[in-house]
């Protein structure tokens, strides 16, 4: 394949090349050859490439040095010439053959096969060439925003099984280089969070799409217009959202974001034409119909099925569903005190290629931490990995279970909840397939399975997920915090009861990043309709925007005596004040939601 645009730059990461290498995409090319030849060999899926010099290629290809390049000659004598180029090379360097192949031999078959060519062209540049592709998948899919299922309906299928995906044989696109569908500026992901090059296991763009992970074929129902951006936001959203969704993403960009944004929804019922074409009017913005992309690929059975995603298991199916090799995976309701682009460069990110951040601490007998057996202290988390069907998605048990589990509170029988969902940040090239595969399982069919639920709603999943693959992540160093109710400082000055609070992920930093305040900026309450005067509602909220946050604190275990409090109380753990720029942003949050809620139309 000869690559044109000259100037312009691609990433790539093959061995004769420093990690991170950017070579101009004029200067060389890389030839099948017959046979592994000499040490200037790249394998690339069981073929076999040699790098040629610019001079030798234009020479060869008879075109002229500068400019783009044109073909002159006739394909069947550039293939001779070629095929004869790389049987010369193996003569001449016959000698290096066999210490090429020891080398290759030392290498475990399954490393050896993941050592690709990632020649994925890096956003920036490709916006700085010019290249604008905005409307090359118009004929790709009958729509981009929305896609209406054209497969049977039915009841919802008792059967198991029938959440599985149907095994399809289509082939699936594996070019590793894709246009980009706009010119947006996106910012540049950091060196360490785009390259996989520092993972176990360097997984290319192509190994994580949905496709491959699930055999699946969906391209011919929904072609994202974001498919070859390397980062993004993925959120879900019912039309009951709406006023908190685009009051996020309006927030998003007042805070400097301007990455892409997704926002994936389950069956049309859930969101009407007027709320798509409210969220993608904001521009930079793709509204998905996951569920009804699903049925019609065949990768769920009928709607019956879909709709048992109608919540926030649906969260999950969208972060591997999504194009983005780097998601960011946010709850409606968080509240941004900073751009969440500069989590990308957090250390749990740079080292693991992930972020997840930590739930309450309770010592309660649910989930994970439910009591089994009768007087021998073993809880659920024990039994959940015992009893795991390994093999049911191509995993073997890892020896031994990791540092990061073996530290966790719910391995210690310290707390029925580990992780807060509500901000997960995943690369998806570091994780790998085996992890998504596992994901996917642990939501479509696990959940089903066991009499004992593992997590409540989505939020366990996400790190188990890795857990079970044997994949190094990361939780923030930090526990959650909680922001404060308005009599809370009267009642009980040192514990505060209202929305969690998570602070910066680094040890350096102790400013709050974000609040998950669905009661601080949600202006919709269950029953509203057109008669709600929405005004009133959030003069009501903006009144009870919380003062006070618990002071940063990092995890420990907690007293089953609850003082006569509910569980989201953090008891003991003190109070400060909340930086004072959150008083403004959550205004604006519950402004703009308002005028948001005074413009859709209500049932």
């Not at 059967?159 to 399809?168: E, G, R, V, Y």
């Not at 894709?178 to 176990?200: G, I, K, Q, R």
């Not at 990791?402 to 966790?408: A, E, G, L």
């Not at 949050?589 to 809620?597: K, L, P």
Request: with cysteine; aromatic share 10%; net charge negative.
């Amino acid at each position: 394949e000869a690559f044109h645009n000259e100037g312009t730059k691609y990433k790539v990461d093959f061995t004769p090349l420093p990690d991170g290498a950017e070579i101009e995409a004029s200067e060389y090319l890389l030839v099948e050859c017959p046979s592994p030849p000499t040490r200037l060999l790249h394998t690339v899926h069981g073929k076999h490439y040699m790098q040629f010099g610019r001079d030798a290629v234009a020479a060869l290809l008879n075109m002229p040095r500068r400019g783009n390049w044109k073909r002159t000659t006739s394909l069947s004598s550039i293939l001779v010439s070629v095929f004869a180029v790389c049987l010369l090379c193996q003569a001449v360097l016959f000698r290096n053959i066999f210490s090429a192949v020891a080398d290759l031999q030392h290498d475990d078959d399954h490393r050896a096969h993941l050592r690709s060519v990632a020649a994925a062209a890096t956003w920036s540049d490709l916006v700085e060439a010019g290249i604008d592709n905005s409307t090359s998948h118009s004929t790709r899919a009958s729509s981009q925003n929305t896609t209406e299922p054209t497969g049977p309906s039915g009841s919802a299928s008792k059967s198991i099984d029938a959440l599985l995906p149907f095994n399809s044989n289509a082939s699936v696109s594996l070019a590793s280089v894709v246009e980009p569908t706009t010119t947006s500026n996106y910012a540049p992901l950091s060196s360490a969070a785009a390259s996989p090059s520092s993972s176990l296991h360097p997984w290319t763009v192509a190994d994580v799409s949905f496709d491959r992970v699930m055999d699946a074929d969906t391209r011919g129902v929904f072609v994202s217009k974001f498919a070859s951006a390397p980062r993004g936001i993925v959120m879900c959203m019912h039309t009951r959202m709406v006023p908190m969704g685009v009051s996020l993403i309006q927030e998003l960009r007042a805070l400097g974001n301007i990455d892409p944004v997704q926002v994936f929804y389950c069956l049309p019922n859930e969101l009407s034409s007027t709320d798509v074409t409210l969220l993608t009017g904001l521009g930079n913005v793709e509204v998905v119909d996951l569920c009804s992309v699903l049925v019609t690929s065949r990768v769920f059975a009928d709607h019956g099925v879909a709709s048992r995603f109608q919540n926030f298991w649906l969260k999950p199916l969208a972060l591997v569903f999504s194009p983005f090799p780097n998601v960011l995976l946010v709850d409606v309701d968080t509240i941004f005190l900073h751009d969440p682009a500069l989590l990308w460069t957090s250390s749990p990110v740079v080292d693991t290629g992930t972020l997840f951040f930590h739930d309450r601490v309770l010592d309660f007998s649910q989930f994970l931490n439910q009591d089994v057996g009768p007087d021998d202290g073993q809880t659920f988390i024990q039994v959940f990995f015992d009893t795991f069907p390994y093999a049911a998605v191509n995993l073997t048990r890892p020896a031994a279970i990791s540092d990061t589990m073996r530290r966790s509170m719910v391995w210690n029988k310290h707390t029925a909840h580990e992780q807060d969902s509500s901000v997960v940040l995943i690369d998806k090239t570091r994780a790998g397939p085996h992890v998504l595969e596992t994901l996917w399982y642990l939501v479509t069919v696990k959940r089903f399975q066991d009499q004992i639920t593992f997590s409540w709603g989505d939020k366990e999943a996400f790190w188990l997920a890795f857990e079970l693959a044997g994949i190094p992540y990361a939780f923030s160093p930090w526990n959650c915090g909680v922001v404060s109710l308005p009599d809370d400082a009267a009642l009980h000055p040192t514990t505060l009861c209202g929305s969690l609070a998570q602070y910066w992920p680094d040890l350096n930093k102790n400013d709050v990043f974000f609040v998950n305040g669905n009661a601080v900026v949600n202006v919709y309450r269950l029953g509203d309709g057109r008669h709600t005067d929405w005004a009133a509602r959030a003069a009501s909220l903006v009144a009870a925007i919380p003062k006070l946050v618990t002071p940063r604190h990092t995890r420990h275990p907690t007293s089953q005596n609850r003082q006569g409090l509910d569980q989201t109380c953090l008891l003991g753990e003190g109070a400060t004040d909340i930086p004072p720029a959150f008083q403004d942003i959550a205004e604006r949050r519950i402004r703009r939601g308002q005028a948001v809620a005074e413009a859709m139309t209500w049932d």
